[in-house]
């Protein structure tokens, strides 16, 4: 068994501390000043968000919103848009699950991770000539 006392740990902000990470999972802690935020991204695994301090804010691309603070807990499909914007201090714990998620660059390959930063840079491209 291993644990952890989440609320105390030393955290650096916006850098997430990986707490324990399987095939089966990845289990991270992460602090955000007040106001900062996690703009518009997404995961590839099915994503658990625990606020352990704090309040937050959160939303996503289908336009759902969720406001709580300690002992709020949100749940995301693989993949589905979303952003969070921390109304004070705040500690959150992030479960992903399975680790890595299909696509996960984690889980490419050499050769598909080259195909994959191909296709990043024409997207780029096209998007400059727009």
Do not use: F
């Not at 990845?26 to 000043?33: G, I, M, P, V, Y």
């Not at 804010?57 to 749940?75: D, F, I, K, P, V």
């Not at 714990?93 to 930063?117: E, F, I, S, V």
Request: aromatic share 4%; charged share 30%.
């Amino acid at each position: 068994m291993r644990s952890w006392e989440v609320d105390t740990l030393d955290l650096k902000p916006r850098l997430p501390e990986i707490l324990s990470s399987t095939d089966e999972g990845r289990a991270l802690a992460l602090d955000l000043a007040a106001g900062e935020s996690l703009r518009d991204h997404e995961v590839h695994e099915r994503a658990w968000i625990v606020v352990i301090e704090g309040e937050i804010e959160a939303s996503t691309a289908a336009g759902e919103r969720a406001r709580g603070s300690a002992g709020l807990l949100l749940e995301l499909a693989p993949r589905e848009r979303h952003g969070i914007v921390a109304l004070s201090r705040t500690r959150l714990l992030l479960l992903l699950t399975p680790w890595p998620g299909p696509g996960h660059p984690g889980a490419m390959t050499l050769t598909q991770k080259l195909y994959a930063r191909r296709r990043a840079a024409k997207q780029k491209q096209g998007a400059r000539g727009a």
